[in-house]
């Protein structure tokens, strides 16, 4: 079985004017679709891995055969990483969380706008490449955290939630080094009715 990029569920302007249409093509057609290649070409040998779900892959990185471990780690990530990041978003400006995920949030935050608050800092103060990201714990609690280059928070036990990507290939075309722009541009495209349903069926 061999991993596929997958489509995007818009077109490429479909952010426009928060995330331009340049930087949607080339993020996809090319750093997803590396991603995915180079995760093809790292599970090559290892028939075995080849059949795992990238959440197997991502949930259990200290069984990987060590020369392909750094390969699969940062690719089987980025391609995940990815996926969940062109699923979460959409043209819902301005779309809030409700039920169960806004209780979650107003129970670990305080309120929307806090969370908001706390997210847009881990995400600004992630140094070099990474992600912020909004997590469910093992007991059930939600979690702002961020990890580095293509790391995933399903590695580290937590349930990832929403993920924000801050390399700089997400943003700089049109932000340049203004990553609070991006990030503040960036609430406007999340829309929370496909974050619950991904909540919800993960
Ligand atoms: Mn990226």
Known sequence: ?????????????????????????????????AYVNNLNAALEKYPEYQ??????????????????????????GGHYNHTMFWNTMGQSQGSEPEGVLRKKIEEAFGSFENFKDVFSKAA??????????????KDGKFQV?????????????FKPVLGLDVWEHAYYLKYNNRRPDYISGWWNVVDWQKVAKMYEES
Request: glycine share 4%; proline share 6%; aromatic share 10%.
């Open 1 to 33: 079985m061999k991993h596929t990029l997958p489509e995007l569920p818009y077109s490429y302007d479909a952010l426009e004017p928060y995330i331009d249409s340049q930087t949607m093509t080339i993020h996809h057609t090319k750093h997803h679709a």
């Open 51 to 76: 059949e795992r779900t990238l959440k197997e892959l991502l949930t259990s990185l200290d069984s990987l055969p060590q020369d392909v471990y750094w390969a699969v780690r940062n690719n089987a």
């Open 124 to 137: 600004v103060s992630r140094f070099g490449s990474g992600w912020a990201w909004l997590v469910e714990d």
């Open 145 to 157: 955290v961020s990890t580095a280059n293509q790391d995933n928070p399903l590695s580290d036990g």
